[in-house]
């Protein structure tokens, strides 16, 4: 999940909705959309999960798998399809069909009031600083890709320092000249 901290961080981000065309609630009231911070957005590229909302669940098969979308009402879902306009891109499967539309736009995001993770204050959406195309998609994975990668190095090189730098040091002073 994103992590957004520091004065102002959650104000005006530009954000990125992936809503499936099947994503309504049985009622029709609300609608399922993964929302997550637009890799090109200042606060996305040391992220290495960029969803507003991630949380663990068990499926059928009994395997562990991510859920990434909340429900927005239609109400709202309308305000960030209206912020986004013509930024849109189409939600294609594997095989290439459509099920469903990536919007771009920029919002204020807050944390949510049930459950967890953040939410998109509808209130505040607007159009986005960067064009949603077909790339968009894959340069998020490849953002957080980078980001998980970024991080573990900086974890082995802080538990490989303080003996990296106690050799280094050694081998300093045994070729240092001596002095006397």
Do not use: C, W
Request: hydrophobic content about 35%.
């Amino acid at each position: 999940m994103a992590l957004l901290k520091g004065k102002g961080a959650m104000t005006g981000v530009n954000l990125i909705a992936k809503v499936y065309d099947n994503g309504a609630t049985k009622d029709g009231k609300s609608h399922y959309a993964d929302i997550q911070v637009d890799a090109r957005d200042p606060r996305g590229p040391e992220q290495s999960n960029l969803h507003l909302k991630s949380e663990r669940v068990k499926g059928p098969d009994g395997k562990e798998r991510f859920a990434n979308t909340a429900p927005y009402s239609v109400g709202q879902l309308e305000e960030i399809i209206k912020a986004a306009g013509p930024n849109t891109e189409p939600l294609l499967n594997k095989d290439n069909e459509k099920v469903g539309t990536v919007y771009g736009f920029k919002g204020n995001v807050m944390p949510a009031s049930r459950g967890t993770g953040l939410v998109v204050n509808t209130k505040s959406v607007e159009a986005s600083d960067f064009k949603v195309d077909a790339k968009t998609l894959d340069n998020q994975f490849a953002s957080m890709k980078a980001a998980k990668e970024a991080q573990a190095t900086a974890k082995q090189s802080q538990a490989a320092g303080p003996e990296q730098t106690a050799q280094a040091e050694q081998v300093a002073e045994a070729e240092a000249p001596a002095v006397g």
